[in-house]
Structures are given as structure tokens and as C-alpha cells.
């Protein structure tokens, strides 16, 4: 019989036991089902990375006994959850003789209780090193509200506190989702742009997509790319799922004519933005290439201009008002971007800024005095582009959207970023997070990005995940996980080894799909996780509990070379025909991604291999489509004259679906065939560069995208008139 687990001799091993301890996996299943065992110096070496020493039997001892003990050297666990309606029995740690009491802080600064307690629990004594410790509990009533509470505990002259994270059971459904389903576009808004844009979609451009989807084709929401903060300056990194910071937006997007100031400005100062805005306005036909970076030397010191026209009193105000709530997190972002502007482009040189200077550091401090005004200027924008991607959501609410924009919120965040500079303390240093090998990449994947700490979450009430929930939610009406599994564990792969040398580590899943649902129940949104891949089915059974939707995509649904019939696919579940990461439809019809792939020498295969099993897909699909009556089989005869029919069929039998979320991505709807991203490239391919174009080639801008007759035609098909 196949082994599926660790023998006992492994598991008696020591250093086995202080990675389970610590919360990293020992081994791991693969997509193929194959049992993989973590080897020892990984194990160590990924331990070393959450601040555990390992390196030889005794430090594993002296590790394990701290391990041990922590969890009883406190009071009570720092992060507790409390499930709304139901009681909760929190555990306090204290001395045979003590008597524990606790009172409980609610988030608005009143006092909740008294509570109770119960000794239930303190019959088992645990022996420490130098004392025994027993157990009693303190309960938390069910009718605890919504929030992120303050419970406090003392035991005689100990006092310490816990943040008491307390969350609905799940999320609930939106009211038309219960019986039905709601339907709306995927845009990479970037690459659509109109023709008063900057060379790039903006946010003034997604107030408008936004607003005709909504009249003119009924959708009910946009799943647009992340838009989190990125660099200040050119170069600006195209992939917008490695950005600088999850807190904050990326301002390269601001509209500058949508600036109240704006309006104001002097002619001079205005007739100067027009003509910056002239330099790169021919970048909006070109159908080749995004240009950001000359899109952004052109924008930029037009907003400069705009930042140093007066604002009035209200207009300061709410400036003040927002760095005031934003914290000390804007600080370190404006910090961050002041060096970068100023010292250049953090790299991974031993004398590179970022790694010389903290936040803490006086030269730090001393260009901080030096540039105040440039320091004002970065903390303005991120206010701007905040101001315009709510002005976009409610312009989608005023416009009778049920959902609006469904944000993205990327795996983590650069290595070289603001978040990583100026909280160093909340990730792990020496690993970066990716994935195990599987079928699609042999080698695994690296995707450099530092994962956060799950202990200093713990320590810190998780505060740093909460505030990035609650800022995305902000500004949006629905957010999209990507790559979910990251709620359970992430792979994390030691620095210097291959990203098959690494190994899982757990977080508390509990705790961060309670904050999900915390956020999402108080902006009425939905939480749609990216759960694509290999996924056990514990993972999707409680993303399913907790009320998450997961991602049902045509070309996936399949098993040993057979597709489900979209009837039987998963109720909770946001349904497309494709993804950012395979070519659109147009384009896999006609085995884009074979040649795409073979040119960029990706297969592990022969090109002929790859395309035989591509036919093998495609076939497979598209009887199964001619089976369910959803296209016609005689279309198959000469698919390229009834590319628009098949791609309609395809979107007809995801209205089929029992799917409570649907969607269609625009470049399906002009019958764009070029790929957005191909995994595993760089700059070998031009990824998050592509402007949405049609069949031809040619431009197509936001101007009448909504009106162009196949775009009707598709939503009238998601509407379930066709």
C-alpha cells in the first residue's frame, strides 16, 4: 500500500516535533497524489526563518521545552476568536491557587459584562520547568457584538490582555445570490483605456466602465486586477500582483482632471496638465504595448501641479483627517517613496538604501526634514487615489450596481517594498513563498515574495491582516482571495534553495476567515477565494462553512480528460470561461498558449505532445457543449466562422451553472486573442502589458466598448436572453 503518512520513528524524532510544534508541515500531497517527505535541512532551515534555532540536537531541545512553555507562560493566548451567537470558553493559563478574573473592553471604549468564569477545566495541572500551571475558563457570552474587542485578565498581580476578534459564523449570501445569481465583466482596467486617458486605464476610466456596464449591458459588478500602492517612479513594475504595499492603492491611477483642485487651477497651470496630457495621448490607440512608464513621466509632475494649487479649508481638512486615520502606515509608505525618489531603486545590494536604513534611522529622519514638501506630496496622492476609487464604487452604487467593483488582493507584497522596510517585524526573513512542483511546473514555483510571520500576527491581534481587509473592503463591494490556500498554509522556500526545497507552513485559518467575514458583514460584500489547483478537501469544505466563494473556470472543470457538466459544478463558486492566466477565449480556441509556450520554450515536452493534448481539451469541451445543446455541432465544422458562437455557447452553459456568481471577461466580449500573462515569464513576454485590442488587432477604447455589437450580444447571453 501507497505510504500517505509519517512512520512512528519519524514522528518520535525531535526535530519533527518542534516543526509540527511551530506549525510547519513535515511532508506534504502532491497534485498527483504522491507522498513527499520535508528533508531535515529544509525543515531547519524554514524554522530559522520564524526565529528558531534547530541547528543541532540541543538547540532543538532547548527549542522545544521554550515551545512548550510559551503556550503556558501567558495569562491567556493573545488572539482569541468568539463566533457571534454562539458561547465561547477562553482558557486562562495560571498558578494552582490563583483565581482569575477578566473584564471585556468592546471597540468603541465601553465595558462589556461582567464575565463569568468556570473551573471546569482546571483539574489537569501542567508541569513547567519551575512551576505547575492549571486550567479554568472564562466565558464569552454569545451576544458579544460584531467587532474587535479587548479582553483583560488578571490573575493577582498579572495582569495581560488578548484581542478578542469576534465574527459572524459565515458570510452571508446577498439577497439576490440566495435564490439566483448576479453577473458581471473580469478587466485587466489598466489596458482599457479611453480616449481623454493618460496611455493607461485610470480610475476615472473605471467610474465609467463601472457606470455603462451597469446601464448598458446589466451587469451587476467589475472584477478588476489589484490595484495596491507600487513605486513612485519609473520604472514601474507591470505585474500588479507584486506590488509595494496591500494597504494602500496604487496612485499611478489617478485621473488628474478628476481632482477637484483641478478645476481651480490658474489657466497657465491648467493649459500645462493639457499638455502633458497631450504628450501621451496617441499611447491610448496604440494596441502593441502598455507604456506606464511614460504614461507616469507625464502624469506625474501634473499632479505636482495640482498638489501645489491651494485647497480650501474643507478640502485640507479632509487631508488631515485622512493621514490622521491612515496612520503610521502612510508614513512609512511616503517614507519609502521619498527615499526611492530620492536615492533611487531599492535593490538587493548590500550598500542599497533599503537595506542600510530603517525606520528608525537618523538619515531617515534627516531626509524626511529635508523634502517635506515631496514627503506631503506622496501622503496627498495616496489620499487622491483612495478619494477616486471610492468615488468609482459608489458611482457603480448610484448606478444600481448589487456589488460594483470586486477588488483582487494579491499573495503578498515585494521584497524591496514599503511594508517589508518599514515592518520588517511582520514578516519571516530568509524564506519567500511560492509553490510545490505539480503538473504545470515541474521545477515549482518562486514567486519572492517574504511571507508574513504567523506569530507576530498572533501577538498583534492580527491587526496588519485586519487593516488590509477592512482598507480593500473601503473601496469595494466584493474582494477576490487570490490564491486562497494562503488562508491555511503557504509554501514557504528557504533563501538560497530551489522552490521545490521548500515546505508548508500553517497559519490560523479560523482566525483570518473570521476576519474576512468580520469586514465583509459590515460592507454588505462578498469574499470570492481563488482556490484553483490542487486543494484539499478539508480547505474547500471550510471555505464553503465560512461562506466563501471559490472559482469555477470551463477549461478546468475537468477530471481524467472529462468535463463536468456545468449543472454539477459548485453552487458557491464566481463561474468564467477562462482566467488572466490562459489566453482569452478566442485566443485557446486556436491554441494560442501551445504556441505561446513553445516559443517561449516552456514545455517539458515537444511542442507536438502539448498540442495533441490541447486538442484532446478542446475537443472534449466542445462536444461536451454540443451534448448540453449549448452550441451547435455542426460549428465545429469550421470553428473560425463561428468563433463569436462558440464563445457565446460557452458563456450560455455557465448560465446553466448552479454558480452564484458569473462573469465574463471582457476581451472574450471584443474577441481579444492575446494572452495578459503567461506563467513563468518576466520580461520574455509582455505580461500586464496588453492593450485590449479585438480579433484584428485593433484598439478598442472605453468610449464605446459597451455599445460594440458582440459585447451585446455576450451580456445579453449572461442575462439569460439568448
Same mark, same amino acid.
Given at each position: 500500500?501507497?505510504?500517505? &503518512?509519517?512512520?512512528? @520513528?519519524?514522528?518520535?524524532?525531535?526535530?519533527?516535533?518542534?516543526?509540527?510544534?511551530?506549525?510547519?508541515?513535515?511532508?506534504?500531497?502532491?497534485?498527483?497524489?504522491?507522498?513527499?517527505?520535508?528533508?531535515?535541512?529544509?525543515?531547519?532551515?524554514?524554522?530559522?526563518?520564524?526565529?528558531?534555532?534547530?541547528?543541532?540536537?540541543?538547540?532543538?531541545?532547548?527549542?522545544?521545552?521554550?515551545?512548550? @512553555?510559551?503556550?503556558?507562560?501567558?495569562?491567556?493566548?493573545?488572539?482569541?476568536?468568539?463566533?457571534?451567537?454562539?458561547?465561547s470558553r477562553i482558557k486562562v493559563n495560571h498558578g494552582v491557587t490563583d483565581v482569575p478574573s477578566a473584564t471585556l473592553v468592546l471597540e468603541d471604549g465601553t465595558e462589556y459584562g461582567p464575565l463569568e468564569g468556570d473551573a471546569g477545566d482546571g483539574t489537569m495541572a501542567k508541569a513547567l520547568s519551575d512551576r505547575f500551571v492549571v486550567n479554568s475558563v472564562i466565558i464569552i457570552p454569545a451576544d458579544v457584538p460584531l467587532g474587535y474587542h479587548t479582553l483583560q485578565?488578571?490573575?493577582?498581580?498579572?495582569?495581560?490582555?488578548?484581542?478578542?476578534?469576534?465574527?459572524?459564523?459565515?458570510?452571508?449570501?446577498?439577497?439576490?445570490?440566495?435564490?439566483?445569481?448576479?453577473?458581471?465583466?473580469?478587466?485587466?482596467?489598466?489596458?482599457?483605456?479611453?480616449?481623454?486617458?493618460?496611455?493607461?486605464?485610470?480610475?476615472?476610466?473605471?467610474?465609467?466602465?463601472?457606470?455603462?456596464?451597469?446601464?448598458?449591458?446589466?451587469?451587476?459588478?467589475?472584477?478588476?486586477?489589484?490595484?495596491?500602492?507600487?513605486?513612485?517612479?519609473?520604472?514601474?513594475?507591470?505585474?500588479?500582483?507584486?506590488?509595494?504595499?496591500?494597504?494602500?492603492?496604487?496612485?499611478?491611477?489617478?485621473?488628474?482632471?478628476?481632482?477637484?483642485?483641478?478645476?481651480?487651477?490658474?489657466? &497657465?497651470?491648467?493649459?500645462?496638465?493639457?499638455?502633458?496630457?497631450?504628450?501621451?495621448?496617441?499611447?491610448?490607440?496604440?494596441?502593441?504595448?502598455?507604456?506606464?512608464?511614460?504614461?507616469?513621466?507625464?502624469?506625474?509632475?501634473?499632479?505636482?501641479?495640482?498638489?501645489?494649487?491651494?485647497?480650501?479649508?474643507?478640502?485640507?481638512?479632509?487631508?488631515? @483627517?485622512?493621514?490622521?486615520?491612515?496612520?503610521?502606515?502612510l508614513e512609512g509608505y511616503a517614507a519609502w517613496c521619498l527615499a526611492y525618489d530620492k536615492w533611487g531603486a531599492p535593490t538587493d545590494e548590500a550598500g542599497s538604501w533599503v537595506k542600510v536604513y530603517n525606520r528608525k534611522s537618523p538619515e531617515i529622519e534627516q531626509l524626511r526634514k529635508q523634502y517635506p514638501d515631496t514627503l506631503e506630496f506622496y501622503r496627498w496622492l495616496e489620499w487622491i487615489a483612495e478619494e477616486q476609487l471610492a468615488d468609482a464604487q459608489?458611482?457603480?452604487?448610484?448606478?444600481?450596481?448589487?456589488?460594483?467593483?470586486?477588488?483582487?488582493m494579491a499573495v503578498g507584497v515585494h521584497p524591496y517594498g514599503s511594508d517589508v522596510w518599514w515592518n520588517p517585524e511582520r514578516f519571516a526573513y530568509g524564506a519567500t513563498v511560492g509553490a510545490p512542483p505539480d503538473f504545470y511546473n515541474q521545477q515549482g514555483q518562486n514567486w519572492s515574495q517574504p511571507p508574513l510571520n504567523p506569530e507576530y500576527l498572533a501577538d498583534t491581534g492580527y491587526k496588519a491582516y485586519r487593516d488590509i481587509v477592512a482598507g480593500m473592503f473601503a473601496h469595494a463591494g466584493a474582494v477576490r482571495i487570490d490564491h486562497a490556500i494562503g488562508l491555511f498554509r503557504l509554501w514557504w522556500i528557504p533563501e538560497g534553495r530551489s522552490a521545490k526545497?521548500?515546505?508548508?507552513?500553517?497559519?490560523?485559518?479560523?482566525?483570518?476567515?473570521?476576519?474576512?467575514?468580520?469586514?465583509?458583514e459590515r460592507a454588505h460584500g462578498v469574499v470570492v477565494g481563488e482556490d484553483l489547483g490542487v486543494v484539499p478537501d478539508y480547505m474547500a469544505k471550510e471555505l464553503a462553512a465560512h461562506g466563501l466563494l471559490g472559482c469555477a473556470i470551463e477549461w478546468f472543470e475537468q477530471r481524467d480528460g472529462k468535463f463536468r457538466k456545468p449543472q454539477d459544478w459548485r453552487p458557491l463558486t464566481l463561474a468564467s470561461v477562462t482566467t488572466h492566466d490562459i489566453p482569452p477565449t478566442a485566443g485557446y480556441l486556436r491554441y494560442v498558449h501551445v504556441k505561446l509556450r513553445s516559443q517561449l520554450h516552456l514545455l517539458t515536452g515537444s511542442e507536438e505532445e502539448f498540442m495533441a493534448d490541447a486538442r484532446r481539451e478542446h475537443d472534449a469541451l466542445l462536444s461536451m457543449l454540443a451534448d448540453g445543446g449549448w452550441i451547435r455541432r455542426e460549428w465545429l465544422d469550421d470553428e473560425d466562422a463561428h468563433e463569436q458562437d462558440l464563445i457565446e455557447g460557452m458563456h450560455r452553459a455557465l448560465c446553466a451553472s448552479p454558480?452564484?456568481?458569473?462573469?465574463?471577461?471582457?476581451?472574450?466580449?471584443?474577441?481579444?486573442?492575446?494572452?495578459?500573462?503567461?506563467?513563468?515569464?518576466?520580461? @520574455?513576454?509582455?505580461?500586464?502589458?496588453i492593450p485590449l485590442a479585438d480579433g484584428e488587432g485593433a484598439p478598442v477604447l472605453l468610449d464605446d466598448l459597451f455599445d460594440r455589437p458582440r459585447v451585446q450580444s455576450l451580456a445579453a447571453v449572461m442575462r439569460g436572453e439568448k
Open positions: 500500500m501507497e505510504q500517505r &503518512e509519517e512512520s512512528k @520513528e519519524r514522528l518520535a524524532r525531535p526535530l519533527i516535533q518542534l516543526a509540527k510544534a511551530k506549525g510547519v508541515a513535515t511532508f506534504y500531497v502532491g497534485q498527483q497524489g504522491e507522498y513527499v517527505e520535508i528533508d531535515d535541512d529544509v525543515l531547519v532551515n524554514v524554522l530559522a526563518s520564524l526565529g528558531v534555532d534547530a541547528s543541532d540536537d540541543d538547540a532543538i531541545a532547548a527549542a522545544l521545552t521554550q515551545a512548550n @512553555e510559551s503556550i503556558y507562560s501567558r495569562l491567556v493566548a493573545p488572539t482569541l476568536l468568539h463566533i457571534v451567537g454562539h458561547e485578565v488578571k490573575v493577582g498581580s498579572r495582569v495581560e490582555t488578548a484581542t478578542l476578534i469576534c465574527a459572524p459564523e459565515k458570510i452571508e449570501l446577498l439577497d439576490p445570490m440566495k435564490h439566483g445569481h448576479l453577473w458581471g465583466w473580469m478587466a485587466q482596467f489598466y489596458s482599457t483605456r479611453s480616449s481623454q486617458s493618460w496611455g493607461v486605464g485610470d480610475f476615472g476610466d473605471l467610474k465609467t466602465m463601472l457606470r455603462e456596464s451597469k446601464e448598458k449591458t446589466g451587469s451587476d459588478f467589475v472584477l478588476i486586477n489589484p490595484v495596491h500602492a507600487g513605486e513612485p517612479c519609473t520604472p514601474l513594475t507591470p505585474s500588479p500582483y507584486l506590488p509595494i504595499s496591500r494597504r494602500f492603492v496604487n496612485f499611478t491611477y489617478i485621473h488628474p482632471e478628476s481632482i477637484p483642485e483641478f478645476s481651480e487651477l490658474p489657466d &497657465e497651470t491648467k493649459a500645462q496638465v493639457e499638455r502633458l496630457h497631450d504628450s501621451v495621448k496617441l499611447l491610448n490607440t496604440d494596441a502593441d504595448k502598455i507604456d506606464r512608464d511614460e504614461m507616469w513621466s507625464a502624469k506625474m509632475p501634473a499632479l505636482w501641479s495640482i498638489f501645489k494649487a491651494s485647497r480650501t479649508e474643507e478640502r485640507q481638512r479632509a487631508f488631515d @483627517e485622512y493621514k490622521k486615520k491612515a496612520g503610521e502606515d459608489q458611482t457603480a452604487h448610484d448606478a444600481g450596481m448589487r456589488i460594483g467593483i470586486m477588488a483582487d526545497e521548500g515546505a508548508y507552513v500553517y497559519y490560523d485559518s479560523d482566525v483570518m476567515l473570521g476576519i474576512l467575514a468580520l469586514e465583509a454558480s452564484k456568481l458569473l462573469c465574463a471577461t471582457i476581451t472574450d466580449g471584443v474577441g481579444e486573442r492575446r494572452t495578459q500573462n503567461q506563467p513563468g515569464t518576466n520580461n @520574455e513576454y509582455p505580461n500586464w502589458r
